[in-house]
């Protein structure tokens, strides 16, 4: 087995050899995906692993735009169309100045399987931009998001390609990508999630990712008979992922005692409460500053200037801000420190070093493609209630969330459960979201 995972990551490496995200996206998988392949006689010689690492269409364009000062910029966008076997491409676009090709396309790999797990009609993808949001004004901003629609409109539709936020796009940034494809395209559909409540968007979707992540760390934590109420929570980043993670932890009753950015974590040993979280939002969502204004605020908490929050002694850990944030020797810090949960919000921010620690210290641990696929499974629901038309109440998209995360839990434990009674929720997960799509393209030949 060792030597079928090795000739196929040989393969894997080769075309992509210098794009290490990628990679180490597609050797989780394939660890354990081609044990479970070389199980199931249907899925034999029929190279479809292969098939699925290779993008069905890589998209990549200039992105001209003018700054305040009459200078003129030059970025680069991207879309990745990874697999639409079972749906329209769906999955986020994301501003940041690390984005390049090995990044998106271990986002666009992830996404696969993860928009399989959440039981809707979802194909994968992932897109963005080089662009550095931070520091630029709101008219910087719509000229870019306008000249990177202009490009984009092309390549996107309701039944195509549905695009979302993910990190630096939010709401504002839809908002403008939106009305730049509505004016082009001269159609008012739903060709973006995430969108404001007044124009097609859903109830819960800000909410969405951070409370998926929370009711999937529940449903883990009662297979052993535990749950939030008096627990401390560790969570790193202070976007939107961290900040609604933050709130559901809260109404469970835990006591939450970091938040991050990329300069350093806050430690608030009071525990950071409904009023202070009220303040982070503001602080990061209309004021755009720095979690380090938390300590010069609230004098219960200290900053760790470029430092992570992964020694901070924890109950439960989020990671909510990004890719390798965590690894080997933070994760041997929370496991000594008596940490029973790890669940990840963001999307690969775990090493495979950090994961390994977790699988031998016999702790619950869930990959983002489960824990945060709420964010997605709602951009689903956001899809539905455009194409019929209606809005659903709050308690009606939240009732669906749960249930999704709750299936989506059930599914990590059918595939991944060991014969100890461990449950290996990244077996789990990689093979449950493997299957249906495997089906799929079987299903549909040789394309
Ligand atoms: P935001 O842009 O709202 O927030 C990102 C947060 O992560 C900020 O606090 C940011 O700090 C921090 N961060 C970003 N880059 C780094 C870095 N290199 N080192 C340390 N901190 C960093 O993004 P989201 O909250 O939406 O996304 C967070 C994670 O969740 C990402 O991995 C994303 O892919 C994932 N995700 C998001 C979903 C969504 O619906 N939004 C759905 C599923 C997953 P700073 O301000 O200093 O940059
Ligand atoms: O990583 C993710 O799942 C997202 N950024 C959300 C994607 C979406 O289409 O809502």
Redesign the pocket.
């Known amino acids: 087995m060792e030597a079928k995972i090795k000739a196929f990551m040989d393969e894997v490496k080769t075309r992509n050899g210098h794009e290490p995200e990628f990679i180490q996206a597609v050797q989780e998988v394939a660890e354990t995906v081609i044990p479970y392949i070389a199980k199931h006689k249907i899925y034999n010689g029929k190279n479809i692993l292969l098939r699925m690492v290779e993008p069905e269409r890589l998209i990549s364009f200039r992105v001209a735009w003018v700054d305040d000062d009459g200078d003129i910029h030059v970025n680069r966008g991207y879309r990745i169309q990874m697999n639409s076997a079972i749906g329209p491409y769906?999955?986020?676009?994301?501003f940041h100045p690390t984005v390049n090709a090995s990044i998106l396309k271990f986002?666009a790999f992830?996404?696969v399987f993860?928009?399989s797990l959440t039981t809707l009609p979802?194909g994968g993808g992932?897109g963005g931009s080089d662009f550095d949001p931070k520091g630029k004004s709101d008219d910087e901003v719509m000229r870019f998001c306008h000249a990177f629609m202009l490009e984009l409109n092309r390549h996107i539709g309701p039944n195509t390609d549905?695009?979302?936020?993910?990190?630096g796009?939010g709401a504002r940034e839809i908002g403008f990508l939106f009305g730049m494809y509505k004016k082009i395209r001269n159609e008012f559909t739903g060709v973006l999630?995430?969108k404001g409540r007044s124009w097609g968007g859903s109830l819960i979707?800000p909410e969405?990712?951070g409370y998926g992540t929370v009711y999937f760390a529940q449903s883990m934590m009662q297979t052993n008979g535990m749950d939030f109420k008096g627990k401390d929570v560790v969570i790193s980043g202070s976007g939107n992922v961290a900040q609604y993670a933050a709130e559901k932890a809260l109404h469970l009753g835990a006591k939450i005692l970091t938040l991050s950015d990329s300069q350093g974590y806050i430690h608030d040993t009071d525990g950071i409460d409904e009023e202070k979280l009220a303040y982070v939002m503001d602080l990061k969502n209309n004021k755009r500053g720095r979690i380090s204004e938390y300590a010069d605020k609230y004098s219960s908490a200290t900053f760790y200037k470029g430092e992570t929050p992964w020694t901070v002694k924890c109950d439960i850990a989020l990671p909510c801000a990004t890719q390798n944030e965590l690894d080997g020797e933070d994760a041997k810090a929370l496991v000594k420190n008596g940490c029973v949960c790890v669940a990840e919000g963001a999307?690969m921010p775990s090493t495979p070093e950090a994961i390994h620690e977790f699988h031998e210290g016999k702790i619950l641990f869930a990959p983002?493609k489960a824990s945060?696929?709420g964010?997605?499974?709602?951009?689903?629901l956001?899809m539905s209630q455009n194409s019929l038309r209606i809005s659903w109440s709050r308690e009606e998209v939240d009732q669906r969330l749960k249930d999704i995360m709750e299936d989506i839990h059930d599914s990590c434990v059918k595939y991944g459960k060991d014969d100890d009674g461990y449950c290996n929720y990244v077996k789990g997960a990689n093979i449950a979201g493997f299957v249906k799509v495997a089906d799929a393209m079987l299903a549909q030949g040789v394309i």
């Open positions: 769906k999955g986020g676009l994301r986002l992830e996404q993860k928009n979802m992932k549905v695009p979302a936020g993910d990190i796009v999630t995430g979707r969405a990712t999307n983002g945060n696929a964010g997605v499974a709602t951009s689903g956001e």
